[in-house]
Each structure stands twice: as structure tokens, then as C-alpha cells.
């Protein structure tokens, strides 16, 4: 059947990939108002996509008309596993991949609370369409209408005639965004950026001057010889849990697990000097350890015993970028100031210091620091004195 202009034009444009829009956002910032346009009473629309990502099970992009801009929202897992979810016409499509049409008339019944909740501010119809990826998996886009007697035999012939590229569009940008989700989960935000921008290399590093965080989880090696593996998985996961979220926030970012050990840095560079980011790695010490505190006491709750670490922050310069074999490469930084770090966290549980500083960093941090001795370190030229945050 012929089609309004714009919805053919719509149709071709997302054909060919959608040019000029990036994102789902600017997409559907199109699709949106050209169904409109073709003839379409389209009042709202929304996306709901899938993602490979260790905490967030999908992202929602709700377009509105009148509004100028698409609201992105990201789903948890716990959400897909709820069940309003796995009750919803929505999770039945993912199954399915069946279009599904409630019509939101006063005498519909059934209706889950957001449907009727639709209802209530006028929209008299509701249809879901599966996004079908190439890939094997289901999505689905939801348009609903608020003309007396819904959609129209014509108006679901237009929709469903720009879903399917639509869905080719959509399988790309998630296949994108899945890639930079994947590399920062696994590499970190820096590190992954580096990757996709082609630094991949073996060899390919670069010399950054950072502040170097090195911690290490106290007596693991006993702990792992008491438990089984599963728990110990278990205790390590809330181990680095007290100190990713403090690392990031505090513009930090963690390069890699090294067993019970983090290694993380926070580069100084033109937009932060050595004295804010040192500032910046000392308060994420305190945040770290406060959430430890919360932690051991959960753990006692539990019958567990306390968990204790401890930090080494160094201010120097490393290599940063891949190492390792031709098919097989590794992201992170190396070089004399990280073993420095590494022999000062070691310190740590000798001296029964939470948190020490060297003389680097302690040289520079505008934040309160005393003095702790001078110490030889295993590898290190001369004694090394060490501080505390006071």
C-alpha cells in the first residue's frame, strides 16, 4: 500500500542508517514527529532495548509529543526479574515477538496500572511492536494515541512499515553502545574511550603522570585457604565494592583486580594538577573506609568477621597502555612508581596504618598529613619516608 511522503522518506532515511543521528535519543527525535506528520495520531512513544551490562539490564527512551527532547532512563536487572515485568504485555513480546494491541477503552479490563493509568490522563490506545535483531534477540517500541477511536488499520500499516529498519537501526547503536559498556566494565571509562579511538596496538602506551592507588584485602591468603572459592568470590565482590564507587566519584579510575589487589590512578593532566588530585585520591581513602565501616558491621549482623585493607597512594609517572602477547593484550599502567606504591601499600598492615602517603604525594596535597618515618622499601633505592592523612 502507498504511504504518506514523509513516512516513506522516513522509512528510506532509516534504511540508510539513519544519517546524522548518533543516538537513540536523535533518532527517535525524528521517527517521532514524521509518523506524526504522515498522518499518525501519536501521542507517545517508547523504546525499550536490552544491554549487556553488569548492573544495567536496559535502557528506556521515551519521546512525547510537544516535547522537544528523548528521556533516556536505564533499568536495573532487578527490574526484568520483578514481577509487574514479567506480568507485562512488554515481557510477553520479548518472548513472543508478537505485536500485542490493548485498546484503553472505559471498558477494558485487566489493564496493569500503568495501562490504566494511561487511561486516566485520555490515551485510548495502546500497541507494543518487537524490535527483531538480527542477533536472535526481541525489543519492543510502544505507541499509544489519544484519538477517540485509537489507532487506525492505516496508522499500524505506517508504524509497522518503519519498524523494520527501525530495528536495524536500533541493533546497531545498541551493538555500539554494548561494545563501550563491555570495555568500561572491564577496562574502565578512560582506558575502554582509548580503545575505541583505536589504541589497540600492542605497545601502544603512553607516559601519564598520576596519582597511583594500590590496595590490597589483609590476610586473604589465609581466608582462601578456609573457604571455598564461591564465598570468597563473594567477599572480594564487597571488598572492592567499598572502593570503586569512591575511586570514580572521586574522578578516579580503576585500571584492574590484581587478585584481592586494586590498581587505580587519578591522572593529573591540564584540567586537574598534582595538589586536586591528590586532595582528590585522600578523600577517596575516607569514603572508601567509611565504607568499610558500613560493611563490617552488616557483617557482623551476619556472624562474619571484619574485612580490613589497606591504600598506598604514590604521585609519579607511568606507562599506560597494552601489554602483553600479539592476540592477547592488556590495558594498564606499569613502571617504577607503580612497584613503589605497590612495596608502600605492604607497609601498611606492618606499621598498622590504614592509609599511607609518600613524600610525593604528601609534598602536594593541600589536606593535613604527619609524618610516619622513613622505611626501606624491597627494590627501592634508599629509605622512603612515609605519611598519613592526619
Not at 571484619?306 to 597494552?322: C, K, Q, S, T
Amino acid at each position: 500500500m502507498p504511504f504518506h511522503p514523509t513516512v516513506q522518506a522516513l522509512f528510506d532515511w532509516l534504511v540508510d542508517g539513519a544519517p546524522g543521528a548518533p543516538t537513540p535519543m536523535a533518532v527517535l527525535e525524528r521517527v517521532g514527529p514524521d509518523l506524526v506528520t504522515g498522518g499518525v495520531p501519536l501521542e507517545r512513544m517508547s523504546a525499550f532495548v536490552r544491554t549487556l551490562h553488569p548492573s544495567v539490564m536496559g535502557r528506556r527512551f521515551l519521546w512525547e509529543k510537544g516535547v522537544p527532547t528523548v528521556k533516556a532512563v536505564e533499568a536495573s536487572w532487578e527490574l526484568l526479574n520483578s514481577p509487574v515485568f514479567l506480568t507485562s504485555p512488554l515481557a510477553t513480546v520479548f518472548k513472543t515477538g508478537e505485536v500485542i494491541r490493548l485498546k484503553l477503552t472505559p471498558e477494558a479490563t485487566g489493564l496493569s496500572d500503568d495501562l490504566a493509568g494511561l487511561r486516566k490522563e485520555g490515551f485510548t490506545d495502546w500497541v507494543v511492536f518487537p524490535l527483531k535483531f538480527m542477533g536472535g534477540s526481541i525489543h519492543g517500541v510502544t505507541f499509544t494515541t489519544k484519538a477517540k477511536d485509537g489507532f487506525t488499520d492505516e496508522h499500524l500499516a505506517a508504524i509497522a512499515h518503519v519498524i523494520r529498519p527501525l530495528s536495524r537501526v536500533g541493533e546497531t547503536l545498541a551493538l555500539m553502545r554494548t561494545a563501550v559498556n563491555l570495555l568500561n566494565a572491564y577496562v574502565g571509562n578512560d582506558a575502554g574511550d582509548r580503545i575505541l579511538k583505536g589504541h589497540i596496538q600492542r605497545g601502544d602506551t603512553e607516559l601519564i603522570r598520576c596519582v597511583i592507588w594500590f590496595s590490597d584485602l589483609r590476610g586473604f591468603t589465609s581466608m582462601s585457604g578456609e573457604r571455598q572459592p564461591k564465598e570468597i568470590i563473594g567477599i572480594l565482590n564487597e571488598f572492592f565494592e567499598c572502593q570503586v564507587p569512591a575511586i570514580e566519584q572521586g574522578g578516579g579510575q580503576v585500571l584492574k583486580f590484581i587478585g584481592d589487589g586494586l590498581l587505580a590512578m587519578f591522572p593529573v593532566d591540564e584540567k586537574r594538577d598534582a595538589k586536586t588530585a591528590g586532595d582528590a585520591a585522600v578523600k577517596a581513602t575516607a569514603v572508601a573506609f567509611a565504607a568499610l565501616a558500613k560493611l563490617n558491621k552488616l557483617r557482623r549482623k551476619r556472624g562474619d568477621a571484619d574485612l580490613a585493607f589497606g591504600v598506598a597512594l604514590h604521585l609519579g609517572e607511568v606507562a599506560y597502555g597494552n601489554i602483553g602477547g600479539a592476540s592477547r593484550l592488556d590495558f594498564t599502567a606499569i613502571g617504577p612508581a607503580v612497584n613503589l606504591a605497590s612495596r608502600i601499600e605492604g607497609m601498611t598492615g606492618k606499621l598498622g596504618k590504614p592509609v599511607l602517603l609518600s613524600a610525593a604525594v604528601a609534598k602536594e596535597v593541600t589536606l593535613p598529613t604527619r609524618s610516619v618515618g622513613s622505611f626501606e622499601l624491597k627494590g627501592i633505592t634508599g629509605p622512603a619516608e612515609l605519611f598519613e592523612p592526619a
